[in-house]
């Protein structure tokens, strides 16, 4: 598992890149590993079950269990599904690199949440945008739970 400052390059990294189909896989790997720092910080082992096809889906599950705040990022998950199926499912569409673009704004909106909510306790029911996170003064904090 990348660590989340090599997660964050990834979100970063301007789309898109001449092998869409390899862009989007990037992308959902680098999601569901977002989501792997969240479960490792419960003290957990990340599933490598899928639900509905994704394992991005099933680790969102297993984080959310015990903590209901983390079921804010559940549609932003089912979004990163959405678009990785729209890219791999239609890869000729007219659309796919504004599709390519999307899936990744979607992801490092998943991202944000995600390292938001490692940094600050209760994240959940103010997403990526809340004050705490846009008021930090300290770029190289620690991304572990607060006990």
């Known amino acids: 598992m ?8 990834v979100f970063e990294t301007p789309l898109p890149t001449p092998d869409i189909q390899s862009a989007a896989r990037n992308l959902l790997r680098a999601s569901e590993e977002v989501i792997e720092h969240w479960v490792v910080a419960r003290g957990e082992v990340p599933t490598r079950e899928e639900r509905e096809g994704f394992r991005l889906l099933a680790l969102h599950r297993q984080g959310a269990t015990g903590d209901p705040s983390f079921n804010a990022c559940r549609e932003t998950c089912r979004e990163v599904a959405y678009h990785y199926n729209l890219i791999t499912m239609q890869p000729e569409h007219a659309d796919i690199t504004d599709r390519l673009y ?6 490092k909106h998943l991202y944000l949440f ?6 600050v306790a209760g994240l959940g029911e103010f997403c990526c945008s809340s004050k705490p996170i846009r008021s930090a003064t300290d770029s190289n904090q620690s991304f ?3 006990t």
Request: charge should be neutral; hydrophobic fraction near 45%; avoid cysteine.
């Open 2 to 9: 990348r660590s989340l400052a090599e997660l964050e390059a």
């Open 102 to 107: 999307m899936m990744g704004l979607v992801s």
């Open 114 to 119: 995600i390292s938001g909510k490692l940094q």
């Open 144 to 146: 572990t739970k607060e």
